[in-house]
């Protein structure tokens, strides 16, 4: 197998120069005052589990787990709450298939 070559004439076509009249146009400036301030964080600790409603009936025990899960994953390094929250999302995500089969 061969590798193709220039085009027949022995050179590329030129490519196109800028544009006529100058050079491409600056980026626009930051606004004067520069941009706003980003809203921060809520002072205070994380929301941690919602709390008991008494609805056992409308409550599953593997999404309670996962969701207290989620939140003791807080105190953990970050490193650590990587794996408690995919343990959590797999864990409720196979609840949510096996809800939607029955």
Excluded: K, W
């Excluded at 050179?11 to 809203?39: D, H, K, L, Q, Y």
């Excluded at 205070?44 to 994953?73: F, K, Q, S, W």
């Amino acid at each position: 197998m061969t590798r193709p070559g220039p085009p027949t004439g022995g050179s590329f076509p030129n490519r196109p120069g800028p544009p006529p009249g100058g050079s491409v146009p600056a980026r626009p400036a930051p606004p004067a005052g520069g941009f706003p301030a980003r809203p921060a964080p809520p002072v205070g600790a994380r929301p941690g589990p919602p709390p008991d409603l008494g609805d056992d009936e409308a409550r599953h025990p593997a999404v309670d787990a996962a969701v207290r899960a989620i939140a003791n994953a807080a105190t953990l390094a970050p490193a650590d709450q990587i794996a408690q929250y995919e343990a959590a999302y797999e864990t409720l995500r196979e609840t949510l298939a096996t809800i939607d089969q029955t």
